[in-house]
């Protein structure tokens, strides 16, 4: 099948006269303005300095690779003397490569580096002088912490490289780059500690990359779908990270981490359900607080899906289980509300998830202004209409604020919040029962790379049960050496 | 990707045997206490005589027995294994999802009729059968932890209420000549006869996970016993679903009532039970058509179909089926002996070859 029009370009050889070079790569490039073509002569010869203005460093390619091109002195100098002479006794960047496909030129042209052709010579020399604006390390966004690093990823890829290297200066930390889909050439990195995970998996990974088929890549949620398991879960079992920290604490286990260009959103895989309860702060803590904060989040994981479904189903079909005084007062309550408690909790759960997404997309100067409407609006003048009842605005104010604990499962605990408030109301004890069942059925079913998803709870693993069940003190922590590969009932690799 | 992992632990398999008792607690009545343990005693008893044969056969093969019938008899004894165990699963399946609708139908969903229950039971039932055995034993962590969870409630609260005098040694009656016909024996002969198609994902530490839960089971289910009738008194006999009743009563003063823990208990555990049972018939069938993907989809769906048409015709077939026992003779006993004798035959042909 012949290659569409603008991928014919990859394979075209560079020719050897730099006119005609320069005319392919205009005919390539089209009569695009931030292309920057400036002829020049070294030692006689005539060469022409190439790249994209606002991807290099005008300071480093004027300093670094023009002027000691136009200082250079060589005698009797023809090309490929002054290529030769080019690659070996002169070092203009530290990242330096030759080229001879147009394809890989454009490439690297792309990705911030400036390319010099020679008139005579069939090969270009490209010298990284990236000078693109990139946003400096912050802390991140949606990973708080208090006693940790407050360094996260940024959108460069090779930024993102060193800040873990910089925590991990160990040979056997390997990083592997190369481009993926088919227009945007996104770089990615896969990261891993050699004598950790497997090669076989490293290597699963790298070929599930390389053989998307996807047009571009502009963030970790492309990817992701391609390197989460096969079976169909609600339950992920890739997580995200900003956070160098965590990323490095990921590796160190034997996992295998993705770095994206154009996102500070790490992908690591493979994970566990368990992982979505541990935070960074739990090895900074003290063991007895952290274990405390860790069953404070279990609570909040059963309270922000269940909570409001049990109070439905309570409510509406066995007022029998709650105690009468406690039963008098919602009665009272519920009396003024018009609607059915069921539909009570969907409306307030719809106008949340409205509030919500309005605050995300709103500008950070206008988004306090939606709370405070929001809450007048929900909290206030719908109970004093009589729209809805205080009992039940209080325990969707309990749910929501415990998911609140939990925001990487923040998806997964909106929906089954609906579903067993539907489940309740329709159906009672018995729904929730029966609702609580299939979420215990996916959790357990879900499985990447060998790794059962519900591990190191079932199958049981006494041994990892020491970071989940507990905090251990990092003398005992610190030293187990523990992999995801010896968790029992792991089937990674080779 | 396709799920690697097979890994089926023994204490995972403890655990489900359990799971069968414990729905066998939830609905049943007992009429007496001494009759009731002298039950319980008995079908342990019978259950791990049973049992020996698998035990035996899967120590020394790995696999499941229509596994290693197949390897050493060829595959159309094995499709005839096969076919006895998927037609004793999914009547059991069937019957476990009908008692259990029928107990949550009269207690905690009313004006519902059972049926009803039967298929929202059985939808969920389909689910959990479909993503196969090694996700329905996976689910007993969660059943284990729901169990100590909801031990731990009734006796922090309800401890006061049973007064150590009410629990007296009560005198065994005489094994009754039909142990079979009710009781405890089918929902454990179920239990272990699953055994037989789950090893196929077991390692050698788990085939003692089928002694390990038939020792659970006798000790839980004489102790609940005790404690129903201690807890009811007289009144015990006159409950269709004493244990129910008897948490309920137990926990009266309790601000909040904390039977939906049980009932809760009681729908995972039925529903593991149940799904266990159509998992391994969906294995089971896989060995008849090793092409079918997603056997259990359809054991589980012929499970509750089964079980539907018999609560709303009110015919017993599928409790005579559990309730025989013929069925679990057959398949703990016979095909697990015809599997040894196959191995047996084979290895001394395989002798007489290389001599």
């Known amino acids: 099948m012949e290659k569409p029009a603008a991928f014919r370009h990859e394979e075209l050889p560079l020719k050897a006269a730099l006119k005609e070079n320069i005319e392919d790569l205009k005919t ?125 990823f940024v959108e460069t890829v090779r930024t993102n490289m060193s800040l873990i290297r910089r925590r991990m200066k160990t040979p056997l930390l390997r990083f592997s780059l190369f481009p993926i889909s088919k227009r945007s ?256 059925a996916n959790i357990c079913a879900a499985e990447n790379y060998g790794l059962p998803y519900m591990s190191p709870l079932s199958p049981f693993s006494p041994n990892a049960m020491g970071d989940v069940a507990v905090r251990l003190g990092f003398k005992k922590l610190g030293t187990r050496g523990f992999t995801i590969e010896k968790l029992t009932g792991a089937d990674i690799g080779d | 990707m396709k799920n690697k992992s097979r890994y089926i632990s023994a204490g995972q398999t403890a655990v489900m045997i359990s799971a069968f008792a414990l729905t066998f607690l939830t609905t049943a009545a007992f009429d007496d206490c001494g009759a009731a343990l002298s039950d319980a005693l008995s079908a342990v008893l019978l259950t791990a005589l049973l049992a020996v044969p698998v035990a035996a056969v899967t120590s020394r093969y790995k696999g499941s027995i229509t596994d290693i019938i197949g390897k050493f008899a060829g595959r159309s004894s094995a499709v005839i294994a096969a076919v006895l165990y998927i037609l004793y699963f999914i009547p059991c399946a069937a019957h476990l999802i009908r008692v259990h609708s029928i107990f949550a139908a009269e207690r905690y969903f009313d004006g519902v009729r059972p049926y009803v229950c039967i298929i929202l039971t059985g939808l969920v039932c389909i689910y959990i059968s479909g993503t196969g055995v090694e996700t329905v034993c996976r689910m007993s962590t969660m059943l284990l932890g729901l169990t100590v969870l909801t031990l731990g409630a009734f006796a922090l609260f309800s401890a006061d209420d049973i007064s150590m005098p009410q629990i007296t040694p009560y005198p065994l009656k005489p094994i009754p000549a039909d142990i079979s016909s009710a009781g405890l024996f089918p929902f454990l002969a179920a239990a272990v006869t699953s055994m037989c198609i789950v090893s196929g994902g077991a390692e050698e530490r788990t085939r003692k996970g089928i002694y390990t839960g038939i020792a659970a089971v006798l000790a ?23 244990l129910s009743d008897a948490v309920i009563y137990a926990s009266r003063d309790m601000p909040f009532r904390p039977d939906g823990l049980l009932f809760t208990l009681s729908v995972l555990s039925s529903l593991c039970a149940a799904s266990l049972l159509c998992a391994c018939a969906g294995k089971a069938l896989g060995t008849i058509f090793p092409r079918l993907k997603g056997a259990g989809v359809y054991t589980s769906a012929a499970a509750v179909i089964f079980s539907a048409v018999c609560e709303v015709t009110h015919i017993s077939a599928a409790e005579e089926i559990f309730s025989s026992i013929i069925y679990p003779v057959v398949l703990l006993g016979l095909v697990p002996l015809a599997a040894v004798g196959a191995a047996a035959f084979a290895g001394r042909k395989k002798a007489v070859k290389v001599q």
């Not at chain 1, 050439?185 to 497997?198: E, H, K, Q």
């Not at chain 1, 952290?290 to 269940?306: E, N, S």
């Not at chain 1, 105690?323 to 408690?341: D, F, G, H, Q, V």
């Not at chain 1, 609006?377 to 809805?388: F, Q, R």
Request: charged share 15%; net charge negative; proline share 4%.
């Open chain 1, 28 to 152: 390539i490039l089209g009569e695009t303005s931030d292309l920057l073509i400036d002829p020049i002569t070294v030692c006689g010869v005539s060469c022409a300095l190439i790249c994209f203005e606002g991807m290099t460093s005008g300071f480093d390619v004027f300093r670094t690779v023009a002027v000691p091109l136009m200082e250079l002195d060589i005698e009797n100098a023809d090309s490929a003397a002054l290529f030769r002479h080019i690659r070996s006794s002169m070092i203009l960047s530290v990242d330096t490569g030759e080229e001879q496909r147009w394809g890989n030129i454009i490439r690297r042209l792309m990705s911030g580096f400036a390319v010099i052709l020679i008139d005579g010579i069939s090969t270009a020399i490209a010298f990284g002088v990236q000078g693109y604006a990139v946003r400096g390390i912050e802390e991140p966004s949606s990973e708080g912490n208090i006693m940790g690093s407050h360094e996260g």
């Open chain 1, 185 to 440: 050439r996104t770089d990615v990195i896969v990261c891993y500690m050699a004598d950790r995970v497997p090669r076989s998996l490293v290597d699963d990974v790298i070929k599930r990359l390389k053989g998307l088929k996807l047009e571009t890549i502009l963030g970790s949620g492309y990817i992701a779908p391609f390197l989460d398991g096969g079976r169909a879960s609600v339950f992920s079992g890739i997580s995200t990270t900003e956070r160098p920290d965590v990323m490095c604490a990921k590796l160190l286990e034997g996992r295998v981490g993705v770095l994206i260009d154009g996102t500070p959103f790490a992908i690591v895989l493979p994970c566990l359900f368990a992982e979505n309860f541990q935070t960074l702060d739990d090895y900074n803590f003290r063991p007895f607080y952290a274990v405390f904060l860790r069953y404070i989040r279990y609570i909040a994981f059963f309270l922000g899906v269940f909570f409001p479904g049990i109070y439905v189903a309570a409510a509406l079909f066995h007022p029998g289980m709650i105690s009468a005084p406690l039963m008098m007062n919602l009665a009272r309550a519920e009396e003024k509300a018009p609607l059915n408690l069921m539909w009570e909790a969907v409306i307030i759960f719809i106008f949340y998830e409205i509030i919500r997404e309005a605050g995300i997309r709103l500008p950070k100067s206008v988004g306090g202004a939606v709370s405070i409407v929001g809450g007048l609006i929900i909290g206030d003048a719908a109970v004093s209409a009589g729209v809805i009842s205080e009992p039940m605005l209080l325990v969707s104010a309990i749910s929501v604020t415990a998911s609140f604990v939990l925001p990487s499962l923040n998806q997964q605990i909106t929906v089954f919040r609906l579903a067993a408030v539907l489940a309740g109301g329709a159906c009672g004890l018995f729904g929730i029962s029966l609702l609580g069942a299939f979420i215990l």
């Open chain 2, 220 to 242: 839980g289910v004489c102790a609940v016993i005790l404690l129903i009738f201690a807890v009811l008194g007289d009144f015990a006999p006159l409950s269709s679903f004493p």
